[in-house]
């Protein structure tokens, strides 16, 4: 059964709950292919459902904002006093090594 671009941005949403993910994250979380993904993270972004945490040409990772949160009901996720986040770089190459979310 095909899922509707309602359901497949609530499943988005809910995943994003748990705490700010990269794109692929939330592809595996919800069972939807990566580009999918993409595409509904950048309309509920638009509209202001969910947000970019980080920005790089290596990553992209995403958190729900209040409005995204306050859409359906589901159990809140704890607030956060601040996110850090720590991006690594391969040396020389410039190559992305890791990203820690805390």
């Known amino acids: 059964m095909r899922r509707t671009f309602l359901q497949l941005r609530e ?3 809910r995943a994003l709950l748990e705490g700010p993910l990269t794109i692929n994250q939330v592809a595996c979380r919800t069972g939807i292919n990566w580009r999918t993904a993409k595409h509904h993270l950048e309309f509920l972004k638009y509209r202001g459902m969910a ?52």
């Open 11 to 13: 499943h988005i949403l």
């Open 51 to 102: 947000a970019e945490v980080v920005s790089s040409s290596y990553v992209k990772i995403y958190r729900i904002t209040e409005q995204g949160g306050s859409s359906f009901p589901v159990k809140q996720a704890v607030k956060r006093e601040a996110l850090e986040v720590e991006i690594t770089l391969n040396g020389k190459s410039r190559e992305l090594e890791k990203v820690e979310i805390r």
